[in-house]
């Protein structure tokens, strides 16, 4: 089995398990979410989104799963756009999906939307369950990340698509040299003003720095399964935007 870096990251302790870890802060953070995230992307994250969902708009999906949903920002914008017949978010931090439930209550959208806590390394939904799996921002913090892509592959129709928004670290000069500073300095202490948890936000930057990206990553979408897989850098490479078929 594969160990990637990225897994030996956690937020608290080297002792217990990363899930198990991971799951913690996100019910710590949660309130606080939604405005660290715009905060500190500068609201950027929300054109990120919209570039993802419009990748899916061709083929229409009806039946769309969104891992490590949240707090539901991506699932009620795809709900928006795409309008599909079934939409499930899964996470494993019930504190995240509780923001989600009241934000998708708040635009009328309780019936149209499932929240339901997953293990994305062990799902429980049949093969060939859903035809688009969409992951933002949350697939660096899968305990075993061959795992959860297998997992993905195995629930997503044959000719399903699969598309991945996460963090990068920018490669090319000043913007890395920027990152790095912004990441070392400015995110670990607003993530403490605002959230009170000064370790989650420690422990991104740092997942982010560990995360494959881009042919690595690539490499590893088509070792679990995935076809046509392409990527591509934006906003200068701070975030990067995976899409393939299975």
Known sequence: MTRYPQENIKPYNQKEGKAA?????????????????????????RSWRRKAISLLKPYRPQHLLDVA????DFALQAYHTLQPTELTGTDISEGMMNVAREKAKQAGLAGAITFAKEDCTCLSFPDNRFDAITVAFGIRNFEDLDAGLKEMH????????????????????????????????????????????????????QSIKAFPQGEIMKGIL??????????????????????ATK
Not at 21 to 36: C, R, T
Not at 69 to 72: Q, R
Not at 177 to 192: C, E, F, H, M, R
């Open 21 to 45: 870890q991971v799951e913690k802060m996100f019910d710590n953070i949660a309130p606080a979410y939604d405005q660290l995230n715009h905060t500190l992307s500068w609201g950027i994250d």
């Open 69 to 72: 949903t949240g707090t539901g």
């Open 154 to 205: 195995r629930v997503l129709m044959p000719g399903g698509h699969l598309v991945i928004l996460e963090l990068s670290e920018p490669e090319t000069f000043p913007m890395k040299q920027l990152y790095g500073i912004y990441s070392k300095a400015v995110i670990p202490t607003l993530g403490k003003l605002l959230s009170k948890d000064r370790n989650a936000y420690v422990y991104l930057p």
């Open 222 to 243: 088509e070792k679990a399964g995935f076809g046509q897989v392409s990527f591509k850098r934006l906003t200068l490479g701070i975030c990067t935007l995976y899409f």
